[in-house]
């Protein structure tokens, strides 16, 4: 405290006799200050750098297991399309096959509209034979890579 007011009556009278000193000081405490709240910034940063380093693995990783989970579901709904298509595609053989046969059997004996309803059972068969196809080849589509050719 004796320093104190010593230094504080020296610079009331104008004698400054500490001015070097106390401006080193000065400086030394303002940079060592500096130092202290760059070091603070720069810890911040790279703990936040950190943290969204994790957060982009974290979001990565459930963006993969979800896209797995995905794959998988449109495994299974490629597999079930191709059983239901199947399922619907031989009752509709057995009638075509059957129509046709008693077609044949009954040859001349198929008149007027007798003729008509059998040309529609096949036609109808066939319908459907067909929208069943194409079923299939809506369930392709993003899977089926078209060949690709230059043009000019």
């Known amino acids: 405290m004796l320093f104190t007011v010593t230094l504080w009556d020296a610079y ?33 940063l790279e703990t936040r750098q950190k943290f969204l380093e994790k957060e982009v693995q974290w979001r990565t990783y459930d963006i993969q297991a979800k896209n ?10 490629e597999n079930f399309i191709h059983i239901i298509s199947h399922d619907l595609k031989a009752p509709i053989v057995s009638i075509q096959g059957f ?33 069943i196809h194409d079923l299939l080849e809506f369930s392709r589509v993003g899977r089926v890579e078209d060949e690709k050719e230059a043009v000019d």
């Open 12 to 44: 009331y009278n104008g004698s400054r006799p500490l001015d070097r000193e106390i401006s080193s000081v000065l400086i030394l405490a303002m940079g060592t200050l500096f130092s202290i709240a760059a070091g603070l910034f720069s810890w911040s």
């Open 68 to 77: 797995k989970e995905l794959v998988k579901k449109n495994e299974e709904v």
């Open 99 to 131: 129509a046709s046969i008693l077609k044949t059997e009954l040859g001349v004996a198929l008149q007027g509209s007798t003729l008509d309803y059998f040309n529609r059972i096949q036609a109808n068969a066939q319908q459907m034979s067909a929208l």
